[in-house]
């Protein structure tokens, strides 16, 4: 069986945000690290590439330097690292999604897993995004697969509980916790995946028009989040403090008892 | 010249979702603004009483888009019969509540309308006769305001952020036929956990047990507190990762974004990841019996203490309160 991996990097939780002289996002000396939902996603492709004796091929739309995530990937067991370098370009979700089909599209596949979410934008779209642009069925927030042929159940979560939704391959899925444990790479995948180069393909090679790939969202301003000030820890014994706390919470906000 | 602001009705079992309220009652204020109609677009079943309590918010008018195959919510149907009324009719904008199913349809809608999608938006604002949305990045350590180029411009809004403001209105009904085309996606077996509480991503009032809480059984301390409040439990990824609560119930980072006017931690130390989840809380009121934990750092309110000793203090100081009231 064929599996594509769409992954890319994020800032690590810990990173300490500032901006830019033009008020965005510095990225300078961030950590990155493999967003963890994609490293479901990855895990979930080993898994089947074990069971089906398939290939495992990670893609990523990011410039060259932020390759560690793919290396990782190749690390635990993928077998191909595939970057698709946009340059200067302005990307968007709507471009990215509307790359990654160009060249997965190019590509044979059964399969594409990603995580439901980036933990930096939070945005979930990517991944539903390929799917409607490969025009393939797309599951999201799966934390079971059962794969019978080119049958797959796929167990995903609803807002108090799951549903179990059939579809047909080739389709996409993207992963929730609770999918897998990732596995660790071992010294040896990290080393074999040092030497393994990453394929680099260049926006421009792509062959797509400049207004299929503009992005179509414009961002305004960027502001970092005031920080939320440590409050009043009331001192007292246990029944006058919490009879305090409850009076200062009610003066704060309104709570309906 | 007037386009539309549409607003996706989320709805299950004849309920509409508190989500689609909140979101209209803002799109009011900026239809109000921009001089444009705010449309409410139900798809799949209506009854009397849902279009009733669409009137009661401002609507100026409703699509309906009946279909028994869209009784409920599959990813294909459901897309192929927003995109054909987006196509047909035209939009500004189409607003979804951003929920699960809210977050499947935006991102398909928008790819097949080659369209831009801010997701789980906590503000609208009209710049320049332009509709900007403001929404948070980075675990909330930042927010962007950010603008489409095309139309419609399609943004998922968080719950529990507008108020639901009611303002009776007489809207127009246009009921339309539209085709739910080929839907891959066969729902074979659903499971719910039937809950009197709130689902914690709509709550008013969280309650969460961190690692603290040392066992899952001591969750029902924390369920007591939570019913007084009428609000929701969650957990910590320690106590889930501990096999103490299921992960359905874990907010931060890796688990849910909550949003309530009371945040009560018990026992959570306070992890970067933790707040991620539950930074938008209005007020946060933390118990620990770790002077040093992180929590205190960001809490409103704290309370350094034994939560075994101090949340059934909590509940029975909220009951005298309420039964006083």
Known sequence: MKIIVLAKQTFDTEAKLKLDNNGRIDGQGVKLILNPYDEFAVEEGLRIKEKTNGEVTVISVDQEQNKDALIQAVAMGADEAVMVVPGDVELDEYSTATILAKVISKMEYDIILGGFRAIDDGSCQVAGRVAESLNIPVVNMITEIKIENDEVQATRDIEGGSEVIEVKLPAVFTAQKGLNEPRYPSMKGIMKARKKPVKIIRLGELGLAEDQIAARVKPVSYTLAELRMAGTVIQDEPAKAVSQAVKLILEKVKVVI | ?325
Not at chain 2, 125 to 135: A, Y
């Open chain 2, 1 to 325: 010249m007037t386009k539309g602001i549409w607003v996706f009705v989320e709805h299950r079992e004849n309920l509409i979702k508190k989500v689609v309220f909140e979101t209209l009652s803002e799109a009011r204020k900026i239809a109000d603004q921009i001089e444009d109609e705010l449309c409410a677009v139900l798809v799949g079943k209506s009854d009397d009483s849902m279009v009733e309590s669409l009137s009661e918010y401002g609507v100026d008018k409703i699509y309906l888009a009946e279909n028994d195959v869209l009784k409920t919510f599959t990813t294909d149907g459901y897309t192929n019969v927003m995109s054909d009324l987006i196509k047909r009719y035209e939009p500004r904008a189409l607003l979804i509540g951003c929920t699960i199913y809210g977050r499947d349809l935006a991102a398909q809608v928008a790819q097949r309308l080659a369209t831009g999608l801010l997701t789980d938006c906590t503000g609208i604002e009209v710049i320049d006769s332009q509709l900007v949305f403001t929404r948070p990045i980075y675990a909330g350590k930042a927010t962007v305001k950010a603008s489409c180029k095309t139309s419609p411009v399609i943004a998922t809004i968080r719950p529990n952020t507008f108020a639901a403001v009611q303002n009776k209105k007489d809207p127009k009904i246009v009921k339309t036929v539209t085709d739910c085309g080929n839907i891959r996606q066969v729902v074979i077996d659903a499971v719910r956990q039937v809950s009197q509480r709130p689902e914690l991503t709509e709550a008013n009032v969280v309650v969460t047990g961190g690692r603290g809480i040392k066992g899952p059984e001591n969750f029902k301390l924390l369920e007591e507190l939570a019913d007084v409040l009428g609000g929701a439990v969650g957990a910590s990824r320690a106590s889930v990762d501990a096999g103490w609560a299921p992960h359905s119930m874990q907010v931060g980072q890796t688990g849910k974004t909550v949003s309530p006017t009371l945040y009560i931690a018990c026992g959570v130390s306070g992890a970067i990841q933790h707040f991620a989840g539950m930074s938008s809380s209005k007020c946060i009121f933390a118990i620990n019996n770790d002077p040093e934990a992180n929590i205190f750092k960001i809490a409103d309110y704290g309370i350094v203490g034994d939560l075994f000793e101090v949340v059934p203090l909590l509940t029975e100081e909220f009951k005298k309160l309420k039964t006083s009231s």
